[in-house]
């Protein structure tokens, strides 16, 4: 796999002298050198990994319940409700509860006539440069005006593996996970997919 | 630089077995080749024909001192013996004229063989190797060598492994069958 590194070692890191006391454990005569058996060990080591990471689903790593800002919230609260989370982003939902789009610290920045990618710094000079805060226009405006919708979303059952497809190829940090209906299930973040990565060592 | 330190060999070999598995293996191939040898001189010597050859030799190797290993399964003792038996002939066959030729075709040939059909047996190259080496006696055989001695001695010997190599505990036989 693309993902894994050639050299990967297991955590457990199999000796060749505890290969040969099983190999005297084992009766009989076993046609391997225990140089090939530990290397066949690491290389089926790494599979089963893979096998693991990848059977599992959103549903398994997923955060829920999930963060969420309803339909109609002004920006000043919603970004209190980032800052006070702690987070980037949040699904934006509506009054049956289903998705209806994301919003994050892009579309703020959007909004404020700077870049996607606009640093903290340029936010600096940009207010500094225009004796005042580009930030005062937000003002008195609603998160569904700057959310992005609609927002890319899956099913529950969508892979491990397909998530990480998706965030490198959409460029997006987080996936909201829908029902049928598209009620909001639960959000898979960078950070869950890091987890779901490591738990499995 | 790397192709020489490949030489060096850093491996370890496996460890010594067990004095049973010893036995076992001793029990194994001493009745093994002698129901082959034992047909061969009671029987068919008198008839003129053969049952024993010098790769059933080295299939006791595998078939009763390392019953584990892939290559010594039936699959690949039937199928590598019969398959080398079919192309050692016939490399007689072609070659004859050119005995070098005919060998080297027959051996590697024979390994080729068998690892596309997935019967890699060592004794097999043997087996093509006498069908080319092996004077009058097995040419006149022509493809007849491939029945007897080769599959019949095989079948005697794969008999053999299946009863005495079922009968301690802590041996099995075969992995698998084909």
Known sequence: ?201 | MKYFEKMRGNGQSPPQVSPAEVCWSWIGSFLGIAAVALIHYRLLDQLGLTMIIGSFGASAVLLYGAIRSPLAQPRNLLGGHILSAFIGVTAHLLLAEIPWLAAAVAVSSSIAVMHLTRTLHPPGGATALIAVTGGDSVYTLGYLYILMPVALGAAVMLVVALVVNNIPKTRKYPEFWW
């Open chain 1, 1 to 201: 796999m693309h993902r894994s590194e050639k050299g990967f070692k297991s955590p457990i890191d199999l000796s060749e002298t505890d290969i040969v006391a099983a190999m005297k454990d084992i009766q009989g005569y076993i046609d391997i050198s225990p140089g090939d058996f530990r290397e066949i060990f690491q290389v089926a080591y790494r599979h089963a990994l893979e096998r693991l990471v990848e059977s599992r689903t959103a549903a398994d790593i997923m955060t829920s319940p999930v963060h969420q800002v309803a339909l109609g919230t002004d920006l000043r609260e919603t970004a209190a409700f980032l800052s006070a989370r702690g987070i980037s982003g949040v699904p934006v939902v509506d009054q049956q509860g289903r998705l209806a789009g994301v919003v994050s610290e892009k579309d703020f920045l959007v909004k404020m006539g700077l870049g996607r990618n606009a640093s903290f710094m340029q936010i600096i000079a940009h207010c500094l440069n225009n004796k005042g805060c580009v930030a005062t226009q937000l003002r008195n405006h609603r998160v569904e005006e700057i959310m992005t919708t609609p927002a890319i979303s899956a099913g529950p059952e969508i892979s491990v593996e397909a998530i990480s497809d998706l965030f490198i190829d959409r460029q997006i940090n987080r996936l909201p996970l829908v029902d049928t209906e598209g009620r909001l299930l639960g959000i898979v973040t960078r950070t869950d997919l890091l987890h779901a990565y490591r738990l499995s060592c």
